[in-house]
């Protein structure tokens, strides 16, 4: 080692000769020729110059405190401190008990091992799972303040769930109230003007008589009034009145739950001392452990008899939701391909398993089904203003909802074509529905300068004709920034099945979501995964049981998938198919309306991808 050394150590003085010699009492490497030089460079000094192979061997004396030119050989244990040859021989020490100094450095040394070893092999490794253990305690706080925080949040959505729905069964309540008094009123006004137009009947004829020459006209006119001076009777309406419940002081937090409080309680020491060996297992150690948490006890209220109290939701997964989640992304992904259709912008929906409805550049929607490997056309459907429908979705019982842009109406396909949601200055996009059966429509304003997304609460059993009541506006972020492009553009949605609003917005090119409160969770842009990978241009959305989110990129001919927090899982290639429409049906089959831009005439295509094991 010591001739590895010398081979590339340079000497301290002029940095470029090889080392030889070693000053102990300086610490520093030389040459032989600069040995002079460094000797001269300090006269006062005792230098003590070895060959550089034995300066182990020479030890270092520490300097004398008190003369400071001179070296320290003996330790006075009386003073606790070295001391040289003249201090021994001056009065300072004497009869003090002197110890040669190595005796004193060894017992030094082996003092300071054992407390290297104690450190080493003890202390360190203890404050290190203590560190670990703290880090924990930090990660598992913000874990819990963030369920508890998701607690409160639920708790609040379930109250506005219960007053919406009241909210909804009063308007409803309303609506059939006054449809009935006004259905009265129309029927007695109908029975004036039938009275109305008798009157004016006999009043020309006896106006005709007595103008006449004709005798027998004037003998044969009736002139029997006293059926009309029964008046009819005097309808007064009755328009209910509706009478606020009253809540005091704090009625409302306990009707809502409250907090306990917080406290930090210190216990210990909980700690033991760990060897650098035994199992870094945070389990074998004595931890401090947690004596109280935020808790967080929300009180189950109904707010109307017919409305049972929202419990939160169960952690413990059922063992079917379980099996689901172990399905995984296939690596290659089987894609069967489906009916022909001519055009280039097809929408889909699926209804079930081996069902789906298609509309795409005409009037006309139509209800496929597979079966045998074939696909069958169950029926067609023209929209009811014949213009062509923007996006259709499945509502709840199977009913078909669409969006037509030109009317500014969202209609259902119950046993008629019914307008379900007629706007004045929006006009619909997408729609799709909720799992509590709401309809969530995208839509921007006659000027082309605003988007949003708004939720309606259905009502289709409730009266003979179906309409929807007006639930949330989601059009603006915490700041008052716009949540979605306002150039023209197609804006498509879905829900996902933890709550999300997931709209793709290809005029920003990127997937906006949303919670189900509407405030902003993400926005995802893209992943380009070439050179000649284009700008993310989003289409159709969808997503799957696994909660997977599914866009169609329009211009990279592929769908990109991710999961429910915006992390990209995979790209879906469909080499010189663009895709448009995404739908998945009850088995986690993809459904992707494309367009083949082989063929001489635009022809869309339905594919139908397996991609989950």
């Not at 006896?206 to 004037?218: E, K, M, Q, T, Y």
Request: glycine share 4%; charged share 25%; hydrophobic share 30%.
């Amino acid at each position: 080692m010591d001739t590895l050394d010398q081979d590339i150590m340079l000497c301290f003085m002029c940095k470029t000769a090889v080392v030889q010699m070693h000053c102990d009492t300086c610490g520093v490497n030389l040459c032989k020729a600069c040995v002079g030089e460094h000797i001269s460079t300090s006269k006062s000094k005792n230098h003590k110059v070895v060959k550089f192979q034995s300066r182990k061997f020479t030890p270092l004396y520490p300097g004398c405190v008190s003369h400071g030119e001179k070296r320290c050989e003996m330790y006075c244990k009386h003073c606790d401190i070295p001391v040289c040859h003249i201090c021994i021989a001056s009065d300072e020490h004497f009869r003090h008990k002197l110890s040669n100094i190595f005796n004193v450095l060894g017992e030094k040394r082996d003092f300071v091992k054992k407390t290297l070893n104690e450190l080493n092999e003890f202390i360190y490794p203890t404050y290190q799972d203590i560190a670990a253990d703290v880090q924990n305690r930090i990660r598992q706080i913000d874990e819990e303040y963030e369920e508890l925080s998701t607690t409160i949040t639920k708790r609040g959505e379930d109250l506005h769930r219960k007053i919406d729905n009241l909210v909804n069964k009063f308007k409803a309540e309303i609506c059939e109230m006054k449809t009935s008094q006004l259905h009265i009123f129309e029927n007695h006004l109908d029975e004036i003007n039938e009275n109305i137009v008798q009157i004016k009947g006999d009043i020309d004829t006896l106006d005709s008589a007595v103008d006449s020459n004709d005798l027998s006209i004037l003998l044969r006119v009736d002139c029997n009034v006293n059926k009309y001076k029964k008046f009819p009777q005097n309808l007064l309406p009755s328009v209910p009145k509706f009478n606020p419940g009253k809540i005091k002081g704090r009625e409302f937090y306990k009707v809502f739950g409250d907090l306990s409080s917080v406290s930090l309680t210190e216990e210990g020491p909980n700690y033991r001392l760990k060897k650098i060996k035994e199992s870094q297992d945070v389990d074998a150690v004595a931890l401090v452990q947690r004596k109280s948490r935020h808790n967080f006890s929300p009180t189950t209220v109904s707010l109307n008899s017919s409305d049972a109290a929202v419990s939160p939701p169960d952690k413990q997964e059922s063992s079917e939701h379980k099996s689901q989640n172990l399905r995984k992304l296939l690596l290659d992904p089987d894609i069967f391909s489906g009916m022909e259709f001519f055009g280039i912008e097809t929408n889909i929906a699926c209804l079930g398993y081996d069902e789906f409805w298609k509309c795409g550049e005409s009037n006309t929607m139509s209800l496929y089904r597979i079966k045998q490997g074939s696909v069958l056309n169950i029926k067609s459907i023209k929209t009811k203003s014949r213009k062509n429908p923007t996006d259709i979705a499945i509502a709840r019982d199977g009913y078909l909802l669409y969006t037509d842009y030109q009317s500014k109406t969202v209609n259902i396909l119950c046993e008629k074509d019914y307008v379900l949601i007629k706007l004045k200055t929006w006009r619909p996009q997408a729609v799709c529905t909720s799992s509590a059966g709401d309809v969530l429509v995208t839509m921007e304003s006659d000027d082309k300068t605003q988007s949003k997304v708004v939720r309606y609460n259905v009502f289709i059993e409730r009266t003979p004709h179906p309409f929807a009541g007006e639930k949330q506006n989601i059009q603006f972020d915490d700041k008052g920034l716009p949540l979605y492009s306002s150039r023209c553009s197609d804006k498509y949605i879905c829900e996902n099945n933890n709550h999300d609003i997931c709209v793709s917005d290809c005029g920003a090119k990127a997937v906006v979501v949303v919670n189900q409160a509407g405030k902003r969770r993400f926005k995802y842009t893209g992943i380009f995964s070439g050179p000649d990978s284009k700008p993310f241009n989003p289409k159709g959305i969808t997503t799957d049981s696994q909660c997977n989110i599914l866009i169609a990129d329009h211009d990279n001919f592929c769908v990109q998938v991710m999961d429910q927090d915006g992390q990209f899982l995979k790209s879906i290639s469909l080499r010189v198919h663009k895709p448009y429409g995404l739908s998945t049906d009850s088995d986690d089959n993809l459904f992707v309306a494309v367009t083949d831009l082989k063929a001489f005439f635009p022809l869309s295509h339905v594919k139908k991808i397996k991609y989950l094991q």
